[in-house]
């Protein structure tokens, strides 16, 4: 990630020589072995990976400590160098391939790659030359997206990390030709790119969103588990978020008829049906939650009320 190193104008790698876009966890590599072992955790894995031996960059550790810090529900990660808009997951299944590397929430992604690039000002216009000067990245053929991994396979990047250690969702934006654009270009970038930012900003408001509560004492629920089935599907996508510590929660669906499962410890799961239109762009659908406490936590709740 360029925009995060101090020393960006010495070139793509921090002081050190190391690329920054390449330092994260590699929660990639973690999520493919969960998913051949047959292991049901899809989310949240900076929690189990371990990675004792391996030493961060300084500017790695400081962003990653600020993503995790807050409750960020979308972003993109800007580079240059060509002119597309990227989505998980980056790194591919099998090594050292160029394979479609598709995501639980690929339908999202698609979406919001697809909004960016068609509100740029040349990302997805046909008439635009491939930066490469050949036909194998004509990205606005196909409409100016790409699949990370289908392009090359990366590991270690910002993008993925905040996918599979946090409740945000994040793509890549690339949005020049030039590597290091020249200074005098930056108005031109702002006017190709002001509109599809603006709306990609507007994007934070899809889906639902919602705060989980006690039923009895109607406090917040931290860490309640929010899953997500789509009704024409037979399993959840297997990408839960959580709930905050002030119980809210956010997440980003595309339109359609969704059932919205939520548990936490201590209390008995529930379940909503939603219908989900995305006809606001000031604010997501609004679900909440009340969970009743499990038996054993009522008689120690009464016990503590005296009642």
């Not at 104008?9 to 020589?17: E, K, Q």
């Not at 990047?157 to 969702?169: E, I």
Request: with cysteine; proline share 6%.
């Amino acid at each position: 990630m360029e925009s995060n190193a101090r020393d960006w104008f010495t070139g793509r790698s921090n002081a050190n020589g190391v690329d920054l876009n390449r330092d994260f966890p590699d929660l990639d590599g973690f999520y493919y072995y969960l998913e051949r072992h047959n292991i049901p955790r899809f989310d949240h894995l900076l929690e189990l990976f371990g990675d004792e031996g391996k030493e961060y960059q300084p500017e790695v550790r400081a962003v990653g400590k600020w993503i995790l810090s807050l409750p960020f529900v979308l972003s993109a990660n800007m580079h240059e160098g060509d002119l597309v808009a990227n989505y998980p997951f980056d790194s591919a299944r099998i090594p050292n391939s160029n394979e479609y590397s598709i995501s639980p929430d690929d339908e999202t992604f698609r979406y919001l790659a697809e909004s960016y690039a068609s509100k740029h000002a040349q990302m997805a216009k046909n008439d635009h030359p491939p930066c490469d000067g050949t036909v194998t990245d004509a990205f606005a053929r196909q409409g100016g997206i790409t699949n990370g991994a289908k392009w090359y396979s990366v590991s270690g990047g910002m993008q993925d990390f905040n996918y599979l250690a946090t409740n945000a969702f994040e793509i890549t934006l690339e949005l020049s030709c030039e590597k290091f654009p020249d200074s005098t270009l930056l108005p031109k970038f702002w006017g190709d790119n002001k509109e599809a930012l603006i709306d990609f900003i507007r994007k934070a408001h899809i889906g639902i969103k919602g705060i989980v509560t006690d039923k009895i004492t109607g406090q917040p629920i931290p860490e309640a588990i929010i899953w997500v089935k789509n009704s024409t599907e037979i399993t959840p996508i297997k990408h839960p978020v959580t709930s905050w510590k002030t119980g809210e929660y956010f997440r980003l669906l595309t339109p359609g008829y969704y059932e919205i499962y939520v548990t936490a410890d201590g209390y008995q799961s529930t379940f909503k049906q939603v219908n989900v239109t995305n006809g606001s762009q000031t604010s997501a659908k609004i679900v909440n939650f009340a969970l009743m406490p499990e038996q054993s936590k009522v008689e120690k709740l009464k016990f503590k009320l005296n009642l």
